[in-house]
């Protein structure tokens, strides 16, 4: 049957479907699944590479095909076989498929002695250099010529060929001639894919850069397929013959998994348990990537080519890296003991081994000092660490001193998104790839919590609050053009964006904490954004009625904290709370005896005395001197958020005070139970009523005792009592408060 082109084939599908044809081409990919397969083959005729299906049970040749490297030559005979709803309209299913290129008379994967490839080809007599042609990726190199090659005789120990590269070894009897192809495996990242459009087919471009290798200085990066992704790690072929030059095959690099172990300066490594030698045009880059902070015991990835050769060599350095956050006696005698932030966010407290550092020839026991680590064999607190463990435990080796910075206020130190860090007047370079460490600690809260932000898309923005210190510590590895590290103390005077806009409302108290197995111990709160209800999960109490902006979560979705917030007791500097409102006039609103301008598309929501959330307009605001209000203001001082509860006093506990209640406590001794209610800003005079439940020990249930009230004591205490019976249990509830106190 007469050879039929690709591009002819895909013209006339519709005719063609179900008609048998041939073709000719070069294998783009070979992907075998022992009892069936497909081949992408190209014939050059068009972009488009055609798909063919090849099943073990129609071809006696299955194995020899399915082993088939790619690139190579081969004719095809089958039936077009229309598949106009999957990816591609049509495939080939094969009937037969056969090689048309001349076979070679000796391959080899390796870099492989004269004297072997002599005894193959069966020679007797000795070949000239002369009588050899030498073809390196389509080029001829020239081999009669060049000193460092070596004659075709018996014993001769020179090399040619390349692990990790093909070489075919033709030879001519008659002509007494010897012609050698090689054909090298290049490793890089496909950079982006491009759709077909109405003037190109569809391509990728390639990476070459970051530790991946290329045939020259500038190459072709462009590649007629739609078989890859953005990110893909591909091993290609490449031609420099004129004419035909460019990127000849392309296919997944096979990536294998697991623990170093070992490592050889050659850039052998020992990848759970298997050696694997580097790829002859990837041992500069591997070498490069060994001899930079990899130790044995790190995750690795390693990239092979076709023939189990390491293209390229990827570190898992999320573990290497970690943060001193303090210090203290070790468990063992000649130890200390170390809490460390690991790179995936977790802390843990370790024992350090005897040898900590290495000091010239000679071991020292590292010394742990409160102050900024100035020695070899010191570290301190915030320092960034690389480290080993082994039996006698972690050993550390100093990376990056701890600093403290001296930033003006209002200074942006990290901005999300942009490459350029700022600490005190230095700009240091971050990218994707650097990792973010935080360790949170608020003066309004106990709680300490860590975070880890991977690369600059991910990171909030970090600006100061004032013009005063705070620590930092970032690490930058030789060779890279990004910091590896960075380490930022989120103090009082750091405010961490969170790049959420969001403003939310939370309306009450929590029920108390609950717990799930996905979702771990949380607070459950009924909350509102944009006037929507919805339930609010927080890994920490919060005040009632809190106003919240920039919320934070974590990947549970369960809310870590806010950029800012506005509650009861206190306010930030764009989210404000304050007990009055007033009439609007001209655009402007007085809030809490000042006026602010409201934008036409501020957001105005009325909780009235049932708790209902409602949206109103802003011009419907009245003055009242008992309402709650809490606002957020933009970086113009601009109303952008309006929420309004009204406070009605004549039932229960006056709004005003219950807003001011952070907490209750109970005492009981001799028949009394003496109760305190917390909180800020009371004032002579001020009352609130708690409500007292028994508990039935028969059937474990709550019941009412009564109100009672609790008079002022002072700014931060109202306090009452109520008579107990011993050894019973008493519940008291006061603005959303419960407190549990067992008689006496």
């Known amino acids: 049957m007469e050879r039929m082109k690709i591009a002819a084939i895909f013209a006339d599908q519709e005719s063609l479907g179900g008609k048998e044809v041939t073709v000719c081409g070069w294998a783009r990919t070979i992907r075998d699944m022992k009892t069936f397969g497909f081949i992408e083959l190209n014939d050059g005729s068009c972009f488009k590479n055609l798909q063919v299906v090849m099943s073990a049970e129609e071809l006696n040749n299955y194995k020899e095909i399915a082993a088939q490297n790619v690139g190579a030559a081969l004719i095809v005979r089958g039936a077009v076989v229309l598949t106009p709803e999957a990816k591609q309209p049509l495939e080939l299913k094969a009937a037969s498929i056969g090689t048309y290129a001349d076979k070679a008379d000796a391959t080899y994967t390796a870099a492989t ?9 069966g020679l007797s007599d000795g070949i000239s250099k002369s009588k050899v042609t030498m073809y390196v990726d389509g080029t001829d190199v020239n081999y009669a010529t060049d000193s460092n090659t070596k004659n075709f005789v018996k014993g001769e120990t020179t090399k040619v060929g390349a692990d990790g590269s093909l070489l075919n070894v033709y030879y001519d009897n008659d002509a007494e001639t010897i012609t050698l192809v090689l054909i090298n495996t290049y490793v890089g990242e496909v950079g982006a894919v491009y759709k077909q459009s109405s003037t190109k087919d569809a391509y990728v471009t390639i990476k070459t850069g970051d530790g991946y290798t290329k045939p020259a200085t500038t190459i072709k990066s462009e590649y007629k397929t739609d078989a890859f992704a953005k990110g893909d790690i591909v091993a290609y072929t490449y031609s420099n013959k004129s004419g035909d030059d460019g990127i000849q095959s392309m296919a997944l690099a096979e990536k294998v998994t697991g623990t170093m172990s070992t490592f050889t300066t050659a850039g052998s490594v020992t990848v759970g348990g298997t050696k694997y030698d580097a790829n002859a045009k990837s041992v500069a880059t591997v070498k490069e990537t060994l001899n930079g902070d990899v130790d044995n015991g790190t995750e690795v990835t390693a990239y092979l080519d076709a023939y189990g050769y390491v293209l390229y060599l990827k570190a898992n350095t999320s573990k290497q890296y970690a943060v001193v956050l303090d210090y203290g006696a070790g468990s063992r005698l000649e130890s200390a003991r170390v809490k460390l932030l690991f790179t995936d966010g977790t802390t843990k407290k370790v024992d350090l081994d005897k040898a900590v550092y290495m000091d010239g020839t000679t071991e020292k026991l590292a010394t742990i000092v409160s102050g900024t680590s100035t020695a070899a064999n010191e570290v301190s607190k915030y320092d960034i660490v690389s480290y080993t463990i082994s039996s006698d435990g972690y050993k ?94 989120n103090n009082d005077k750091v405010q961490m964006s969170s790049g ?32 929507e209800k919805f339930e609010l999960k ?72 049932e708790g209902d959330v409602n949206a109103i307009d802003v011009t419907s605001i009245g003055e009242d ?24 006093t004549a039932e229960g506990v006056d709004d005003t005070v219950a807003a001011k209640v952070t907490g209750v406590s109970a005492t009981a001794t001799s028949g009394t139970a003496t109760v305190t209610v917390a909180g800020t800003g009371f004032t002579s005079g001020t009352t609130a009523t708690y409500e007292v439940k028994m508990l039935n020990g028969a059937t474990g249930t709550y019941v009412t005792v009564g109100t009672f009230t609790a008079s002022y004591s002072s700014a931060t205490a109202l306090t009452g009592t109520f008579a107990v019976n011993a ?16 008689g006496a």
């Open 727 to 742: 050894g019973t249990y008493y519940q008291v509830t006061c603005a959303g408060k419960t407190a549990v106190v067992l």
């Open 538 to 609: 927080s890994e920490n109490a919060i005040t009632k009625w809190t106003l919240g902006y920039g919320p934070q979560y974590n990947d549970k979705g369960i809310l870590t904290g806010f950029e800012q917030k506005a509650d009861s007791s206190a306010s930030a500097a764009d989210v404000l709370y304050t007990s009055t409102t007033g009439d609007t006039k001209n655009s402007v609103v007085k809030l809490g005896g000042s006026v602010y301008a409201y934008g036409k598309d501020v957001k105005v929501y009325m909780i009235n005395v």
């Open 113 to 121: 002695k004269i004297s072997a490839i002599y005894a193959d080809l």
């Open 625 to 648: 001197a008992n309402d709650l209000v809490w606002f957020k203001l933009n970086d113009d001082d601009i109303v952008t958020d309006l929420y309004i509860k009204v406070v009605d």
């Open 396 to 489: 550390l080796t100093l990376v990056a001193n701890a600093a403290q910075t001296s930033t003006s206020a209002n200074d942006k130190v990290i901005t999300n998104g942009s490459p350029a860090m700022k600490f005190a007047g230095t700009t240091l370079p971050a990218d994707g790839e650097t990792i973010f460490l935080t360790e949170t600690k608020k003066s309004s809260t106990s709680k300490t919590t860590y975070r880890v932000y991977e690369g600059i898309a991910n990171v909030p923005t970090a600006k100061m609050l004032s013009n005063d210190e705070t620590w930092y510590a970032a690490y930058q590895k030789a060779g890279d053009s990004a910091y590896t590290v960075v380490f930022l103390l």
């Open 500 to 531: 959420n806009k969001d403003v939310i409302f939370v309306k009450g108290n929590d029920d108390g904490k609950s717990y799930t197995k996905d979702l771990g111990y949380y607070f459950a709160y009924t909350a509102y954004l944009n006037g």
